[in-house]
């Protein structure tokens, strides 16, 4: 009999976590649990706890593509209502990028908030082989502001942003998007229920190889544009 041990991270968004042993811990923190394995030994997890709040502010630290303190995993751990923002040091070297290798899902409504001033700079790339953020099922409002998204790329719907099955509204807001390449909607996809809303941003040399070089919304969904600016997004329909 042979006892094993492992390792995992677990989190909520508020309440208890219970551990598969049934022990319930209640604040944020790294435990031991122990269950009996298929050999009938005892298997010792360790575990780390994250219990957040509703309604907080996430904060992303480095540039990596993935792992602690990236983008990806700031939104995979934060809970519906959080507001997701960037640690001034990311901002203010004015050459950094979060460069990605596959799409960011977006599952809960959450509230992105890139720049602080008018000087910070900070790009999200999709690397001319990726989608940048794919939103699908987010029962809520999704708000970027002050984002600049480039070189989204995919062979399908949405460059920068594939946004559907909400029901709700995604607002862009003082953000850029630019350089974004799909078959439908270049930099934005809106489809099914799902309404858009953008203001005063920036869309330019956005791509659609087929339909909708910027923008394309299609199945009862409602798009507000206001003082924004779009120049040189094409389409080839």
Not at 94 to 102: A, C, F, N, Q, R
């Amino acid at each position: 009999c042979t006892p094993t041990t492992s390792s995992f991270n677990a989190s909520v968004c508020s309440g208890n976590y219970t551990a598969p042993s049934g022990q319930v811990v209640s604040t944020s923190s790294t435990i031991n649990d122990t269950i009996t394995n298929a050999g009938g030994c005892d298997s010792v997890m360790t575990i780390t706890v994250f219990i957040g709040n509703a309604s907080t502010t996430d904060v992303v630290t480095n540039i990596n593509n993935a792992g602690p303190g990236s983008l990806r995993q700031t939104v995979a751990d934060a809970c519906p209502g959080d507001t997701i923002r960037f640690a001034p040091s990311l901002l203010t070297a004015g050459v950094d990028s979060i460069s990605l290798d596959t799409h960011i899902v977006v599952d809960k409504p959450l509230v992105f908030k890139g720049l602080y001033t008018a000087t910070d700079t900070l790009f999200i790339s999709g690397a001319n082989s990726s989608r940048i953020f794919n939103i699908i099922g987010a029962t809520g409002k999704i708000v970027m502001d002050s984002m600049v998204l480039i070189n989204g790329f995919t062979t399908a719907l949405g460059g920068a942003i594939n946004y559907e099955t909400a029901s709700d509204t995604l607002s862009v807001l003082n953000s850029v998007l630019s350089s974004n390449t799909a078959i439908e909607g270049g930099a934005i996809y809106v489809f099914d229920n799902s309404d858009l809303i953008v203001e005063n941003s920036k869309f330019f040399n956005n791509t659609a190889s087929y339909i909708g070089g910027a923008i394309m919304g299609i199945t009862n969904c409602t798009i507000s544009i206001k003082q924004s600016l779009f120049t040189e997004n094409t389409d080839f329909k």
